[in-house]
């Protein structure tokens, strides 16, 4: 049930950044009747054309940080987590406002460079697994963020005084009911 829920909500993400390069692509793209230059009134003439390449990677990696990203992390990172995670819709926000900024600084962190580097440097044909190289390191502080959305204090394991002493012990202690003790407190260890 949980791989499945997750693996949903990869999917969609995967819709969601496919959709968002292709209307980038578009947006970016001057012969266009509506695109980025022709909104703000910037003329690509003979000036601009020969460093358009460096402009539309840079106006794409400012528009991704500083627009995409806030919106996609914001309104659906973060809520699916913590609310897969068994959080509530009230305890969304504080999810948010907690942990919206240090994911956009971790994403600025990696992809700024990384997209730099990608699309300046790596040739076309190498592009999609040096990419994809970069997304399985973003992917592992991503999910470690998502696994924390929604977590509530009694998700932590607390292993008290008794179980220490049992875990230390050579003898098998009982609780009141009979239960061992030592199996317990060794199992909920992990």
């Not at 990677?57 to 500083?66: A, D, G, M, P, W």
């Not at 609310?83 to 009230?90: I, R, T, V």
Request: overall charge negative; some cysteine.
């Amino acid at each position: 049930s949980t791989v499945l829920l997750q693996s949903g909500k990869g999917c969609v993400g995967g819709v969601i950044w496919a959709c968002w390069y292709d209307e980038l692509d578009y947006f970016l793209d001057q012969d266009n009747s509506f695109n980025f230059f022709k909104l703000f009134g910037i003329v690509t003439d003979q000036w601009i054309k020969p460093y358009l390449g460096a402009i539309k990677t840079i106006l794409s990696i400012l528009i991704e940080q500083f627009l995409w990203c806030p919106i996609v992390f914001g309104c659906f990172e973060i809520p699916v987590s913590t609310l897969l995670n068994g959080g509530d819709l009230p305890s969304v926000k504080k999810e948010v406002d907690s942990k919206l900024g240090s994911l956009l600084i971790s994403n600025a962190k990696i992809w700024t460079f990384a997209n730099l580097v990608i699309y300046g440097i790596v040739p076309v044909d190498y592009r999609p697994i040096i990419s994809n190289c970069v997304d399985v390191g973003w992917q592992s502080i991503v999910s470690s963020v998502s696994a924390d959305c929604g977590r509530v204090d009694d998700d932590i394991c607390v292993v008290s005084d008794v179980e220490t002493l049992v875990l230390n012990s050579n003898t098998n202690v009982t609780d009141d009911e009979g239960k061992d003790l030592a199996f317990y407190a060794e199992k909920s260890r992990f």
